[in-house]
């Protein structure tokens, strides 16, 4: 089912007014200018994709809903050998994280003495890496923001909101319906968390849980050490493994870079370079145990971004949030995706619009 919406110009002041993630107020102010962007800017060009729907998806790199709906391909006479580069697809750019446990702090200060959340988390895979430009180009490219199929109804009608700086729909921070050539690899942000879920289901995934994303990285693992990381390397900050403020870059970095600061099991960047979306409702209490409640349901929001100042805002523990419809200029995700999900099994496509 497709919808054209953006061939109208929005009206002014209907788009959702972003709440900024908690930082210390004297920061100053990194995002950049409408016209500093528009100033130097270097295109993608589009990739050339095979005319099989199949193969596309492929070079889409949509390996989840592929292994997923496997048994659509058994008609093809390769359809075995893609489903076999889709699963290896999953195992290079997946990484399992195993049972564990995560402790989440319910209250903003930490000093309510009630109970913490204490939640057990089954084995998954997650992204070894945030998704970058290049991968959500894909996303664009393919006409998702215009397959209803990927969006709740009750979001349609916000979805002529989610434009780049020139109006065509995609992130807040491309022109035309491109990002930036020179930063393909780098982080994708600019996105609220609805475009992120329907990424994540167009690609067959789904975004980790805020107990998900912990357990990553903590590495609170089940077993008769219990061990609780501040930082995916250990306990200490190492300003060195992470790109927080402090490393002075004041921008995004490629998603591989920091590879002295990845989890034990391979995952990159869980703290720094960008904020990620999670799954998961952001619910706090005051200290007394009353629930905070704001004027919009806000989404949990991890790790850390290139502007983050403080040290205790940059733990595996550390918890803040955002609106859903906010599309920041230091917020990201990564994908996750259920271990039963990874194998192959048939029925009818999903998320394909066709």
Known sequence: MA???FARKKSAGTEAQDVPIRTPRNMPPPEPSPDSVL??????????LDDDSIKRMLQQRRFG???QNAGQCASQSDGASLIRKAIAGIEETFAMVPAGTATLTESLTGNFAGKEGDLGVEPYLLARYPVTNRDFQLFVDDNSYENMDLWPEEIWPHLIEFHDLTDAPGPRFWREGRHDVRRCDHPLVGVSWHEAVAYCAWAGYRLPSEAEWQMAASWRIRSSADLLRRFPWGDAMDWTRCNLWNAGKGTTLPVT????????????QLIGNVWEWV??????????????????????VRGGAFDTYFESQATAAFRTGQIALGRTHNLGFRCALDLNDARPQGGTMKGDGT
């Open 39 to 48: 100033a130097d800017f270097v295109p993608a060009s589009p990739e050339k």
């Open 279 to 300: 799954g998961t409702e952001f619910n706090v209490v005051a200290d007394d145990g009353t629930p905070i409640v704001g004027e919009m349901p806000m989404m949990g």
């Open 3 to 5: 919808l054209t919406l």
């Open 257 to 268: 870079d920091y590879r002295n600061g990845v989890a034990p099991n391979g995952v990159c």
């Open 65 to 67: 809903l592929l292994v």
